[in-house]
């Protein structure tokens, strides 16, 4: 976490004056460490000045060896590459041929007393050479900051110290994450002013931090709590993003003008209240994430910055309304202004400034034609209007983005998935009217979401079972026997609402005060109280990632083309945020610049607001990513994970509509089977196979000219592309959604094989309305309770299954977690015998999981690879046998697991992690929680049995070895887990 605002406590001061990029350290993690400078001195100044220069136009340390030494404290005996230092390690050199370039630092800083580690290594530049300016060195043209980046990568060291004319910077580059940085203005440092700077300096860089402080409070292992503490940042933020989706309801319900609005819209359209209060919250996360960094305004003038932040600025207005509320605490529920302010920063966000003051971005996200009511309007033709949202609404709902316990939070420091994970916390709810008086308490998974309770039908229930009804109706996990006792006898509504005071959730409760009946209120759905939301760190999806792409880059040899990376086709299922997808974004655009390094007669021409990687994520988020989920504001937020991981200053969003896309990921047909109308190969009609072979044609034809567009094709062209080539596509999705309906009609198989052979009729004996009743059927199935929205993979992707070996390269992703009675429970009746139909030799008992991994399993080509986050039920039992032993019976083989995996953070969760890859020519070392093997069996040990053998008592073995152990030894580790199941 960074912290842009004045702290609290002066040993930490130094952190609001230096520059920042990205997350180095984390107040938090100073302050439990007990890292905080000690005071400066004249004396302390006056050393330091010695090795400044006075003039400001000149560089500010001529002497880096000398200030490191007399400053910092530095032993000449462990600087290497100094005079009368030891010799500069290898690693600080870093040949780049097909670059003609060579990284190299000056200096690398030893530890001899660990085997001569190499604890960081320091660069000089020459005077004039601006750190962040592009071109300014021979050879490669990125910049000295970024060259230095990939040197502390390569090398493995990950942290350096870079001079340049005015700033000493230290700089974080671990592998596999984002980079980030503190600087110090030097010439400041002999300054009374800067006497905390040259404190925190010295307490960052030091001999103690380097050498002699306990191995926790050293150097690297601060840079890395810092970084593992980002999923408690997560986990705060993401309470505080959903208390402010409330406090916007609230704002909106009271005023007048916006109240009607809002009961119309509870009444007639609940989704589209919903998921517009949502997109509120998304536009300002992108806005706050633009504006740190310096991306808007889109003019870079000093006066265009000031226009900017004094009259657009989200983190302006914030200041502004918290000197309001200083100035005038008893009046900002009747203040306003702040609601208009924001709706002309996202319509200009929208549709730009003719001047370039605010470049255009387009896309749906802040279109003001999407979501009306925003604007005071009911439909299109009505004239948009402020409505009188309180300030101290917006205040509310800004403080819940930008204070974190108090301290200002940059959203520089967060990573894209780390933003993506919060703001998924706040979907799976729905908005509906109170039936009662209604308070919300703390229930759900783990008790940490507002679960609204209907205080009247509390009381009618008996005492005896009003826990009962708290746990099947709220999920409340857990009551204490003194708030039993309180329910037990309660006789009215404010005994009731007294009794549940300790366990009130105030962000959708304020002041515990019970919603009147009738009041629009935000419910979660019974699936958003039974799952959990985590935050998906870059330490768990990096790895996942970068060995689900051995196989596909095994395949494509030493040297793949660009033309051959951006020919990759990568999918996540159940995409949620985006979390994997924008890792894979990352790790197909380095592939991609090291293509254009080894071609440098390919390499594009970079537009000016964009550096090579960005330019390469732009060109791997547009061709190479596709992504599916049952959620459709999941979408919206995996596109806007996407945006942000792409975002240049002055291109419109990256077009991704035609990639990621909603629908259930597991509920769909081929087109062979739509062509043929059936979903049984036994009851086929093949009366629609050419007809629906030259409509995914022509879709195929509109999709590659959006793939394949310049980068200077508007995003509006680009829409209308799409709503053109989708055309095509209508009445076969309805045709296939509704031949899915014939399935889920009826609970037995002869009746729905008449159900389909009815619908079947309509088109052997054409009638005239047999496209009608396909979409009457289709939306049937849409819509009602446990909508099911089918997604027929071949026609949705074409160009991923109608090319040569169709089918997606590498499937990565976190499918949802859920057994049988879950699944049931939280679909439509049917669901899990259509996953039995679906995948062949499936158990009932099967848990979700399994079905991902089977359906991963089918829409991979051959050869293509996986990465998947399981359950650890995937080596148990019926899920095995249902998942893992049929994939490799089919050919699938497994080359990496960890089998017991905790999640990082808080959540107490242990995974499974498995690779596998679909019919190899070649794979990868095969590995076992890090360690080599002959082979990844079922159960995820070494060896060559996959079934369950019924075990005899003499075959209940101990497993010595659990990597390399026997059949018989993983038996008796599959009974452990599972006692009194023989599978």
């Known amino acids: 976490m960074i912290i842009s605002e004045p702290l609290k406590y002066a040993p930490f001061?130094?952190?609001?004056?230096?520059?920042?990029?990205?997350?180095?350290?984390?107040?938090?993690?100073l302050e439990e460490l007990g890292i905080?400078?000690?005071?400066?001195?004249?004396?302390?100044?006056?050393?330091?000045?010695?090795?400044?220069?006075?003039?400001?136009?000149?560089?500010?340390?001529?002497?880096?060896?000398?200030?490191?030494?007399?400053?910092?404290?530095?032993?000449?005996?462990?600087?290497?590459?100094?005079?009368?230092?030891?010799?500069?390690?290898?690693?600080?050199?870093?040949?780049?041929?097909?670059?003609?370039?060579?990284?190299?630092?000056?200096?690398?800083?030893i530890d001899p007393r660990s085997d001569n580690r190499t604890l960081l290594l320091v660069r000089t530049e020459t005077p004039g050479t601006e750190p962040d300016a592009r071109g300014v060195l021979d050879g490669w043209e990125a910049s000295p900051q970024q060259r230095f980046e990939r040197l502390l990568r390569e090398s493995g060291v990950e942290v350096g110290v870079l001079f340049c004319d005015t700033q000493l910077r230290l700089v974080y580059a671990p592998r596999g994450e984002t980079a980030g940085w503190i600087g110090?203005?030097?010439?400041?440092?002999?300054?009374?002013?800067?006497?905390?700077?040259?404190?925190?300096?010295?307490?960052?860089?030091?001999?103690?931090?380097?050498?002699?402080?306990?191995?926790?409070?050293?150097?690297?292992?601060?840079?890395?709590?810092?970084?593992?503490?980002?999923a408690i940042v997560s986990i705060t933020l993401a309470e505080q993003v959903l208390g402010a989706l409330h406090e916007l309801l609230r704002g909106f319900l009271a005023d007048d003008d916006a109240r009607e609005l809002v009961e119309a819209l509870a009444d007639e359209d609940p989704e589209q209240l919903y998921e517009g209060l949502l997109t509120v919250l998304l536009r300002l996360v992108f806005v706050l994430f633009a504006e740190d960094r310096e991306l808007l305004p889109s003019m870079t003038a000093d006066a265009a910055r000031i226009l900017y932040d004094e009259n657009y600025s989200a983190r302006g207005l914030y200041d502004q309304l918290l000197e309001d509320k200083?100035?005038?605490?008893?009046?900002?529920?009747?203040?306003?202004?702040?609601?208009?302010?924001?709706?002309?920063?996202?319509?200009?966000?929208?549709?730009?400034?003719?001047?370039?003051?605010?470049?255009?971005?387009?896309?749906?996200?802040?279109?003001?034609d999407v979501f009306l009511f925003l604007q005071g309007r009911n439909t299109k033709e009505d004239k948009a209007r402020v409505l009188r949202i309180s300030d101290n609404c917006i205040l509310n709902v800004l403080e819940g983005l930008l204070s974190l316990?108090?301290?200002?939070?940059?959203?520089?420091?967060?990573?894209?998935?780390?933003?993506?994970?919060?703001?998924?916390?706040?979907?799976?709810?729905?908005?509906?009217?109170?039936?009662?008086?209604?308070?919300?308490?703390?229930?759900?998974?783990?008790?940490?979401?507002?679960?609204?309770?209907?205080?009247?039908?509390?009381?009618?229930?008996?005492?005896?079972?009003?826990?009962?009804?708290l746990k099947e109706e709220c999920q409340r996990a857990n009551l204490t026997k003194r708030q039993e006792d309180a329910l037990k006898a309660a006789t009215s509504v404010e005994d009731?609402?007294?009794?549940?005071?300790?366990?009130?959730?105030?962000?959708?409760?304020p002041h515990k005060r019970p919603a009147p009946q009738g009041t629009p209120i935000l419910q979660p759905t019974d699936e958003r109280r039974e799952s959990g939301s985590h935050y998906t760190p870059r330490s768990l999806t990096q790895p996942i990632v970068a060995e689900a792409l051995e196989p596909v880059l095994l395949h494509l040899g030493e040297t793949p083309t660009p033309d051959q990376i951006l020919d990759i086709k990568v999918c996540d299922p159940a995409m949620g945020s985006g979390a994997f997808l924008?890792?894979?974004?990352?790790?197909?655009?380095?592939?991609?610049?090291?293509?254009?390094?080894?071609?440098?007669a390919l390499r594009p021409t970079l537009p000016q607001d964009e550096d090579e990687d960005l330019h390469a994520r732009r060109l791997v988020a547009q061709r190479c990513l596709y992504g599916v989920d049952r959620n459709p504001m999941a979408v919206d937020l995996a596109r806007l994970s996407l945006w942000l991981a792409t975002l240049a200053r002055d291109h419109e969003f990256t077009f991704l509509d035609h990639a990621l896309k909603s629908g259930d990921s597991l509920v769909g047909l081929t087109e062979g089977e739509i062509g043929a109308l059936t979903w049984d190969a036994k009851i086929a009609k093949p009366l629609l196979v050419g007809h629906i072979k030259e409509r995914v044609t022509k879709w195929r034809e509109g999709r590659q000219a959006i793939r394949t567009a310049p980068d200077d094709v508007s995003l509006a062209l680009q829409e209308v592309r799409l709503r053109e080539a989708e055309k095509q596509l209508t009445t076969i999705r309805n045709v296939g959604d509704a031949l899915v309906s014939t399935f889920f009609a009826a609970a037995k198989a002869t009746a729905?094989?008449?159900?389909?052979?009815?619908?079947?009729?309509?088109?052997?004996?054409?009638?005239?309305?047999?496209?009608?009743?396909?979409?009457?059927?289709?939306?049937?199935?849409?819509?009602?309770?446990?909508?099911?929205?089918?997604?027929?993979?071949?026609?949705?992707?074409?160009?991923?299954?109608?090319?040569?070996?169709?089918?997606?390269?590498?499937?990565?992703?976190?499918?949802?977690?859920?057994?049988?009675?879950?699944?049931?429970?939280?679909?439509?009746?049917?669901?899990?015998?259509?996953?039995?139909?679906?995948?062949?030799?499936?158990h009932g008992n099967a848990d979700l999981v399994a079905h991902f991994f089977r359906r991963a399993e089918g829409l991979l080509r051959k050869g293509g690879g996986f990465g998947l986050i399981a359950s650890n039920t995937i080596a148990q039992g019926d899920t095995r046998e249902s998942g893992l032993r049929q994939m490799i019976a089919h050919g699938t083989v497994l080359y990496r697991a960890v089998r017991r995996l905790k999640w990082p953070g808080e959540a107490a969760v242990v995974v499974s992690v498995v690779h596998g890859a679909k019919r190899p020519e070649q794979v990868p070392p095969l590995r076992i929680d890090g360690r080599p093997v002959e082979r990844v069996s079922a159960f995820l040990v070494n060896g060559d049995n996959d079934a369950s053998p019924m075990p005899r008592v003499s075959d209940l073995l101990c497993m010595t070895d659990p990597v390399h152990a026997s059949p018989k030894g993983s038996m008796h580790d599959h009974l452990e887990r599972n006692p009194g199941r023989t599978a």
């Open 13 to 29: 001061e130094w952190l609001d004056h230096v520059q920042r990029e990205g997350l180095v350290f984390a107040r938090p993690i």
């Open 36 to 109: 905080s400078p000690v005071q400066q001195n004249r004396a302390d100044s006056e050393e330091s000045a010695a090795f400044l220069a006075s003039d400001r136009d000149e560089p500010a340390v001529a002497d880096p060896l000398g200030f490191l030494q007399a400053v910092l404290g530095w032993p000449i005996a462990r600087i290497a590459g100094a005079p009368g230092g030891p010799p500069l390690p290898d690693l600080a050199t870093l040949a780049l041929p097909e670059l003609d370039t060579v990284l190299s630092a000056d200096m690398a800083l």
């Open 184 to 230: 110090w203005p030097l010439h400041d440092l002999s300054s009374v002013a800067g006497r905390s700077m040259l404190g925190g300096l010295k307490s960052a860089l030091g001999t103690d931090r380097l050498f002699t402080a306990p191995a926790n409070m050293r150097l690297h292992a601060v840079l890395k709590a810092s970084r593992d503490a980002q």
């Open 326 to 368: 200083a100035l005038n605490p008893d009046t900002m529920d009747e203040r306003v202004g702040g609601w208009g302010r924001l709706l002309a920063l996202f319509g200009m966000i929208h549709s730009g400034h003719r001047s370039g003051f605010i470049r255009s971005r387009g896309g749906r996200l802040f279109d003001p």
């Open 405 to 469: 316990k108090g301290e200002r939070l940059s959203y520089k420091a967060l990573d894209v998935e780390q933003i993506g994970s919060v703001y998924e916390t706040v979907m799976g709810f729905r908005v509906e009217r109170a039936s009662g008086p209604m308070l919300a308490i703390k229930a759900g998974k783990n008790n940490k979401t507002p679960v609204y309770v209907d205080l009247n039908a509390l009381l009618n229930t008996s005492p005896a079972d009003r826990k009962k009804y």
């Open 496 to 509: 009731l609402a007294a009794a549940l005071d300790p366990i009130v959730d105030e962000r959708a409760s």
């Open 582 to 600: 924008v890792e894979t974004c990352r790790a197909l655009a380095t592939q991609l610049t090291l293509a254009w390094e080894r071609n440098p």
């Open 752 to 842: 729905r094989k008449k159900e389909l052979e009815a619908f079947q009729v309509a088109f052997t004996e054409r009638r005239a309305d047999a496209w009608e009743v396909a979409a009457h059927m289709a939306s049937e199935l849409r819509t009602g309770d446990h909508p099911i929205a089918p997604f027929h993979w071949q026609i949705e992707f074409p160009e991923v299954f109608g090319r040569d070996n169709p089918g997606f390269d590498l499937i990565v992703g976190n499918p949802p977690f859920a057994g049988k009675n879950t699944v049931a429970k939280g679909n439509r009746a049917g669901y899990g015998q259509w996953l039995q139909w679906r995948h062949d030799k499936t």
